[in-house]
């Protein structure tokens, strides 16, 4: 490669010592190359304060004592105060705080993330309730929807049809090494928000920031996944900003064939425990996804499974208000997919283990309303594999308030993505045949809920026990506050990844997925009943999650799934002792 650019002849070179890019010297030649030659990337590693400032798994910002400034070459690189972690937390959450757009919130807690690691999770820990709306739903969506206009740094790893029969490199090419928790979407079905493509990595990077603050997984044993199959969202494909592949997705065997290259290429690199969760993937991929790998991978589906465990565990402790056990309730539900189907088949698997009576007959319990009406056995033959168990035999039934008034449930449960559709008619109905009726809008975001909280308590005249997907705020009727539950997946996949770990399971059961159900209710004290909620505060999540990895790890042992022996005799003071803790360390 030549040293010199065309244009200039030698001695203007000569005097070049800034050169078109600046600084003071062109050591290796960058500068001086023109646009058609080739330069190497060189990069030097150097034992300064830069190098210490610039790394968020280490970086204190103004925290670092005197002692510490001196040590590794700080002094002079920050202003001479020093300040502790919890100054530097109010500080920062008073400058979130005058942010009016919830978006603005969600990208400020990013740039934080991306320079000091153990302050984003110290604040996230803190301030829980305040902050789980801005790094995940609601907000989490309008970011995803937005991803290419504000992406700014990565975050995660990105694998596309392009890396087709490398995709162990790729993993490899991610610097950490020691990885226990992988959450990967394809970005299909993003909340109730549709195919976002690769704009979905808001979920996992999201997810996995849970699993540290709410869990206690450490960060370096994260991996935040987006499988880049194209997308078949237009808008996206037209837009100059969008960050994927700009093609249509892949299906069939060839979505099949690399999928299963990268659950191969995932066991390869990191082992039989790493657990994989599956997140947003369409219906029919979500279930053939975990059908095909539950028996041979550390496999978990928070859509599927984690929505169906802290559902049951809501309707657990719902029975101590109602004063009725799970068996006596006939449940409705809208929306037939990945969401509905699991919550149905985990409380069928429930009642048939509190009864005796085979799932077969439990399942006779729970009725379904999809797109096209109440699924009854005549349409059996029309319906996907995984509502067919659902369809059980009774006179077709075309809308979601003709279903209440034949079927008069007692618990009615949203999982449809669709607004509104909890309309005042099947609100009121679900009222005139219940003196509590049970209503439980989950689908995300906020927008997307069957119906609010208010709507909820207002149109049964404060009778109604609520749930839902996202956050609502408390609301007043008849001189009573009514505080909203949250049905927040948020409860269960940070102490079930915990419990998984810590007891090195290589296989994830329903029996599990009970035992967290459990676990959570347990949590629920009488002031929270006594307040209208079913799940207890968030500001308890780290006890929470501590409770529910025992729980999952004692189910694990009892199941013979768990590879680290001997098994600790104190599970829940084990589980605290595996948290991380984003407190600064001090350094030599």
């Keep these: 490669m030549g040293s010199t650019p065309a244009e200039l002849p030698c001695e ?9 890019g600046g600084g003071i010297s062109d050591v290796y030649g ?3 190359a023109t646009l058609d030659q080739l330069v190497t990337p060189w990069v030097t590693s150097v034992a300064s304060g830069y190098s210490l400032m610039r790394d968020p798994r280490y970086n204190k910002g103004l925290a670092f004592t005197d002692k510490e400034r001196d040590a590794h070459y700080l002094t002079g690189l920050l202003p001479p105060v020093v300040i502790s972690q919890e100054v530097q937390e109010r500080k920062l959450m008073h400058n979130l705080r005058q942010y009016t757009v919830p978006l603005q919130r969600y990208m400020a807690l990013m740039d934080l993330q991306e320079r000091n690691e153990r302050l984003f999770y110290k604040l996230l820990i803190d301030n829980v309730e305040e902050l789980l709306p801005v790094v995940y739903t609601p907000t989490v969506g309008e970011a995803c929807q937005k991803y290419g206009s504000i992406f700014r740094k990565p975050q ?9 029969g490398k995709i162990l490199e790729v993993l490899k ?6 990885i226990q928790v992988i959450v990967v979407t394809d970005g299909e079905r993003i909340l109730g928000l549709g195919d976002l493509g690769c ?18 997984i450490r960060p370096s044993a994260c991996l935040p996944i987006t499988i880049d199959v194209g997308t078949n969202n237009q808008k996206l494909l037209d837009d100059e900003f969008y960050i994927g592949l700009k093609q249509r997705r892949a299906t069939g065997q060839e979505y099949a064939e690399f999928l299963h290259e990268f659950m191969c290429a995932v066991k390869q690199n990191y082992g039989e425990k790493v657990l994989v969760q599956f997140e ?6 979500a279930f053939d996804l975990l059908s095909k790998y539950m028996d041979t991978h550390l496999v978990f589906n928070d859509d599927i499974q984690g929505t169906a465990s802290v559902v049951l565990a809501g309707l657990i402790a719902a029975q101590k208000v109602l004063g009725k056990s799970l068996a006596d309730h ?26 005796g009576a085979p799932i077969e007959e439990t399942r006779k319990k729970i009725w379904l309303v999809d797109s096209k009406g109440l699924i009854v056995s005549s349409r059996k033959e029309s319906l996907q594999h995984f509502k067919q168990p659902w369809a059980h035999e009774y006179e077709p039934v075309k809308d979601l308030i003709g279903a209440v008034n034949a079927i008069k449930p007692t618990v009615l449960i949203g999982t449809s993505g669709v607004g509104q559709t909890f309309t005042k008619e099947v609100v009121e109905a679900m009222a005139t045949n219940n003196e509590k009726p049970l209503i439980l809008a989950l689908s995300n975001p906020t927008s997307q809920a069957e119906c609010t909280a208010e709507q909820a308590y207002t149109w049964t005249e404060g009778r109604a026990i609520f749930g839902s997907g996202s956050p609502f705020d408390p609301v007043e009727y008849n001189g009573k506050t009514y505080l909203p539950g949250q049905a927040n997946n ?13 007891s090195g399971a290589i296989r994830v059961r329903d029996d599990m997925l009970l035992a967290a159900s459990e676990a959570l209710a347990a949590q629920v004290t009488e002031e929270n009943f006594a307040n209208g909620l079913i799940y207890p505060p968030f500001s308890n999540i780290r006890e929470i999650s501590a409770n529910i990895a025992a729980s999952v790890a004692a189910t694990t042992y009892d199941l013979g799934l768990a590879s680290n022996l001997p098994r600790a005799k104190d599970l829940v003071k084990f589980a605290e002792s595996c948290m991380y803790s984003p407190v600064y360390r001090n350094y030599r």
């Design 12 to 20: 203007d070179v000569a005097d070049n010592r800034s050169g078109v």
């Design 30 to 32: 960058e500068d001086l």
């Design 156 to 164: 995660g790893l990105y694998i596309s049809l392009n890396e087709k």
């Design 173 to 178: 090419n991610w610097p950490q090494r020691g």
């Design 199 to 216: 704009q979905g990595m808001g979920i996992p990077v999201g997810k996995l920031s849970l699993y540290t603050a709410l869990g206690g």
């Design 280 to 285: 947003d993937f369409a219906n029919h991929n």
């Design 330 to 355: 006939t449940f409705l539900f809208l929306g037939a997919g990945e969401a509905g189907t699991g919550i149905a088949e985990l409380i069928a698997l429930k009642i048939s283990k509190e009864t």
């Design 490 to 502: 948020c409860y269960i996949f940070p102490g079930l990844g915990l419990g998984l770990i810590m």
